[in-house]
C-alpha cells in the first residue's frame, strides 16, 4: 500500500523539517519531494505536514506515521538482507554522545547486534567534544554527536532541537547572585554555551558541580545544586525547565562517520538515521 521511497523521503522531511533540506540529502528536486510526500498523503488520504512558507510541521497523522514508516522499511530491509544471504561482519567503534544515556540507544543497538551477531560492536560514550576528536584520531569509525556549532556542518543531520536550562522541580534561580551551574568538563559543549550565553547576557555564575557523566549531572541536579543546559527533547525523570535564564538556543545531532566507514557504519548509521526514536516510548 506504501510505497518504500516515499516512507524514506517521508522520514527524511520529518527529520530536518525541511523540504529543501530533504532534496539536498537525498539528492533529488525539491519537486520530486513534494511530489512523494503528496503521493503518500493520497495514500493515506490524510495531510502529514502542516506547511507555509517559513516552516514545515508534522500533524497527528504524521507523527503517528513515524512508527508505520520504520516498521514497513526495517521490514524490507531485513528481507532483502535475508534473501541475498548478505551477512555483516567485522569491528564497528561507535560512540555516542552523553545526551543519550539515559534514551532507547541501549534498546536500538541491542535490537542492531541481534540483526548482525557477526558484528562486534564496541560502544564509547563520551562528551561531543570528546568523541569529535577521537574520531579525527582514526580511533572511531561512527559518532552520533552534538555539532560543534553554527558553521559546522560535518556529517548527515539526524535531529534538531532547542538546548533549555533545567533543574530541580521548584528551584528558583536568584537574579542577585551568580547562577549556580552543573556542567560536564571541558570539552563539553553544552558547558561552552552555558558559559558563553551567561557572559554574553551579563550573568554572574559559578560552577556548583562538574562530572564526566550525565548520571552524576542529573543527580546533583535533582539534590537541588542548581541548573544545568540540557537539549530539550531529552530531559531526565525528576527534572523540569528553569525560567529566568538567557536563551541557549539550538542544538544539532548529526552522525559523523570515519573516512574508511565500513558497511556495518553504514547499516548502523541507516538505523539511527531517524535518531527521534531515541525519545520515544514506542
Known amino acids: 500500500m506504501y510505497d518504500p521511497v516515499q516512507l524514506r523521503t517521508f522520514l527524511t522531511v520529518a527529520q530536518t523539517l525541511s523540504f529543501t533540506q530533504a532534496a539536498g540529502r537525498l ?22 505536514f ?13 507523527e503517528a506515521m513515524l512508527g508505520f ?3 514497513i522499511l526495517e521490514a524490507h530491509e531485513r528481507a532483502a538482507a535475508f534473501f541475498t544471504g548478505t551477512r555483516l561482519r567485522g569491528r564497528l567503534r561507535f560512540g555516542a554522545s552523553e ?11 541491542e535490537g542492531f547486534r541481534h540483526e548482525h551477531p557477526e ?35 560535518r556529517g548527515r543531520l ?4 532547542r538546548m533549555v536550562w533545567i533543574g530541580a ?3 528558583r534561580v536568584d537574579p542577585e547572585r551568580p547562577v549556580p551551574l552543573i556542567v560536564f568538563p571541558p570539552p563539553g559543549i553544552t558547558r561552552a554555551r552555558a558559559l558563553e550565553v551567561l557572559e554574553r547576557d551579563g550573568r554572574a555564575w559559578r560552577i556548583a ?29 525528576g527534572l523540569v525547565r528553569v525560567g529566568g535564564l538567557p536563551e541557549l538556543g539550538p542544538v544539532e545531532f548529526a552522525l559523523v562517520r570515519g573516512p574508511r566507514a565500513s558497511p556495518a557504519a553504514e547499516a548502523l548509521a541507516a538505523v539511527l538515521s531517524g535518531a527521534d526514536r531515541l525519545t520515544r516510548s514506542g
Do not use: N, Y
Open 27 to 48: 539528492g533529488v528536486r525539491q519537486s520530486t519531494v513534494s511530489q512523494h510526500v503528496r503521493r503518500l498523503e493520497g495514500a493515506t488520504g490524510r495531510p502529514l
Open 50 to 62: 502542516l506547511r507555509d512558507t517559513h516552516s514545515v510541521e508534522l500533524t497527528e497523522d504524521g
Open 169 to 171: 522541580e521548584g528551584l
Open 69 to 71: 514508516a520504520r516498521t
Open 209 to 237: 558541580c562538574t562530572s564526566g557523566s550525565l548520571s552524576g549531572l542529573v543527580a546533583a541536579a535533582r539534590a537541588g545544586l542548581g541548573v544545568m543546559a540540557h537539549t530539550r527533547g531529552l530531559i531526565p525523570p
Open 99 to 109: 545526551d543519550f544515556v539515559l534514551s532507547r540507544l541501549p534498546e536500538i543497538l
Open 119 to 153: 558484528v562486534d560492536l564496541e560502544l564509547s560514550v563520551e562528551l561531543s567534544g570528546t568523541l569529535h576528536e577521537r574520531l579525527d584520531a582514526g580511533r572511531l569509525d561512527l559518532v552520533l554527536a552534538k555539532r560543534r556549532g553554527p558553521g559546522d556542518e
Open 158 to 161: 539526524v535531529w534538531r532541537d
